[in-house]
Each structure stands twice: as structure tokens, then as C-alpha cells.
């Protein structure tokens, strides 16, 4: 690979990911002569990665998986790729990137950052076994990385107070960034009786879709012309997700529409009244959150981790208690109540947020800042060994 440009690669749990959370960045980067390398499983979007003019290295991951041999053999896999691209940095995301792609590049003598993208199952009592390696495995890493980026206050404090980082190597980013051009307020004409409530994400039970169906029977028992819809995909490699057969239950009792899945979330935000997303998963910052309110769309979610930065009570949407369905019934009751005024000014006044806090050419400043940093850094070690020799 041609080492004149700057050459970065990127490495994530799947494409998807990259795609949908990363690509406003790569585009950033690339504009500014730098090569960008993705390394990631093969799924639906690895082609679109291509179609932008992305060098795609494929990598296998197994990301439920315990197996020790398997894991090994992705270190392996690492260590080989990153020795035939040689970059200069490389930037992880998501559990086992940050763990097995850290040890990778040390042994490769790169230099890596990591991204941590949401805690997730990392502090359930269930998984105390593999929780307490996972972290010790993430304090070595952590150790070996140059920086670990959070998206959240939260995982960095409790990472710091765990000591799995030291506070001099924390940095916090303001979630991923959202594309205020691309995520804007489209005029769309609704219906003017019905109340449209949208839940939009990987259909997943820690992503609160039973209770928000239970809810939506609850509230559609109280109140007429309200209509409660559910978007997107079933990962059936997850043992936390929602079966199809569950799905096509509560639709045969009216209860909720199925949508389906989609590539592009704003024409259903542009239909809906207000994104309802009930999540007790430890998110890094919720990216549909982030999504709703840069389209002027209302939100209610719970009062935790990755969902309550998006979310100031009572001004751009509500906050519920997690797992709690009765503050979730209040909350849609409270939204029900609201004018169409009102309603209008909390979708604008979620706009304004995302512009003030979450946009991202703020993410990007931070991402130039850390590469300059640690370029220079390798830079200077480079020419210092070159005198010494």
C-alpha cells in the first residue's frame, strides 16, 4: 500500500455499522488526502462501503461467540492484515475489535485508539464470568491503546473508577455525530386525527420492545385514532432478539404495525407523530434518538445510559423509567395531551439541541485533533530513530 498518503484503517464488528454511523467521517477524512482502509465482516452494506471508493478487507468475527480457539485465530487474522496494509493508525470500534484488534496492532507495532460504542450486557450479573474477563482483557488493552473514546460520560467514569483506563487516556466524544443536512425536517402531510407513535431499531427485548407494546395496548384501550408502529430488522444471531413469530402475533391482535426494515429511517420519522424507544441497553448515545430529533421529531425514551444525553425532560420529548410500562403509558399520555403548537415546539426545540451539542462536524474536529496528535508522535519517533541510526 502506497505509505506517501496517510494511510488509516478502521475495524468493526460489521459493515452496517460503518456505513450507517461512520461514513459522514470517512468522507471527512478522505477529503482531507487521507486513505481510509475498512475492515469488517461481509453483510448487505460492504458493497455500498466499495461503491464509495473504500478499501474493504474482510474479517470474520464471531460477535456471541466463547470460543478460545476461534478468538485466537481472529488475533491471527489481525496481526495478518494489518501487517500486509500497514497503516499508520488504526482506529477500533465495538467489543472485540477494541480487545483482540488493540493486541493486534501492538504486536504490529501500530499505533490504535479505541472506540468504545456502548457497554451493552458488560455489567449484567448473568454474564459476571465473562464480564470480569472481558474487562480485564479491556484493561490490557486499554493499556496498550493510545487513546479509548467514549460516547458517554458514563462508560468513561465507570471505566476510570474501575481503572480499566487511566483518566489522561479518556476522551469523550458527543456520541458518533449526526448529519444535520442529511437528518433535516421534511414537510409531510399527516393525518389530522391519528397520532402516529414510531419505535425504530434492532428489534431486541433490552431495546424495550415488549414494553412498548404493552404499552401501546394499554394506551390504545384509553384513546382512539392513535396508531403504534415498529421499524426494523431481526438479528436472529442474537439471543436477545424479538422471534418473528412474536411479531406476527401482535400484529394479528392489531396491536402494532410491522414496518418491516429499511435502509433509510426518514420517511417514517417524517410520518410520525413521535419516536417512542423504551431502551435499558447500556448505549453508547442512541443514533435514532439523535436521528428523530434532528428531523424536528418528539422523542420518549428511558432515563439511562446512552439515551437520556439525547433527551431534555419535558423540552424536546419525555423520559421514562426503564423496564417501568406505567411511567412509559404516562409519558405517551402526556405527549397525547400536547397541542399540535406544542408538539411542533418540542420537535424544534430537539433540532436546536442536536445543532448545539451533536453535530457532527463537532466529532470531526475531535477526530482530526487525536490523528494529528498521534501522527506526529509516530512522525518524530520515525525521524529520532532514523538519526540514531
Sequence with gaps: MNQQKKVIALVANTSWSIYNFR???????????????????????????????????????????TNPVVELGLIRNL????????????????????????LAARYCGIPSVIITTGLGHLFEFKNRIVSTITLFLYRIS??????????????????????????SKAILLRGEGIDLDWFSPKKVQKHPRKTIFLFAGRLLIDKGVNEYVEAAQKIRAQYKDVEFQILGFVDQSNPNSIAYQQIIE??????????????????????????????????????????????????????NVGCREV?????????????????????????????????????????????????QEIVFRQYDEIISSLLEIKQGKKQQTLQNN
Excluded at 417512542?276 to 442512541?286: A, I, L, T
Design 250 to 303: 401482535w400484529q394479528h391482535k392489531k396491536i402494532i404495525s410491522y414496518l418491516g426494515e429499511t435502509s433509510d429511517v426518514r420517511p417514517y420519522l417524517a410520518k410520525c407523530d413521535c419516536l417512542v424507544f423504551p431502551s435499558y441497553y447500556r448505549e453508547g448515545v442512541s443514533r435514532i434518538l439523535m436521528e428523530a430529533s434532528a428531523m424536528e421529531c418528539p422523542i420518549i425514551t428511558t432515563d
Design 23 to 65: 461514513l459522514g467521517l470517512i468522507r471527512h477524512l478522505k477529503n482531507q488526502g487521507i486513505e481510509i482502509v475498512v475492515i469488517a465482516p461481509k453483510d448487505a452494506f460492504t458493497a455500498k462501503l466499495v461503491a464509495e471508493g473504500i478499501e474493504f478487507y474482510e474479517i470474520e468475527i464471531s460477535n456471541y461467540g
Design 79 to 102: 496481526v495478518r492484515l494489518y501487517k500486509e496494509i500497514n497503516p499508520q493508525l488504526i482506529f477500533h470500534y465495538t467489543i472485540k475489535p477494541n480487545i483482540y484488534g488493540t
Design 311 to 359: 433527551v431534555d425532560d419535558g423540552i424536546n420529548g419525555f423520559l421514562v423509567i426503564p423496564k417501568d410500562v406505567s411511567s412509559l403509558v404516562e409519558a405517551i399520555g402526556k405527549f397525547l395531551n400536547l397541542c399540535i403548537e406544542d408538539r411542533q415546539l418540542m420537535g424544534k426545540l430537539g433540532r436546536s439541541k442536536m445543532n448545539r451539542e451533536f453535530d
Design 142 to 167: 486499554c493499556t496498550f491503546s493510545k487513546k479509548t473514546l467514549f460516547l458517554n460520560s458514563n462508560d468513561l467514569d465507570v471505566f476510570v473508577y474501575k481503572k480499566v483506563v487511566k483518566k
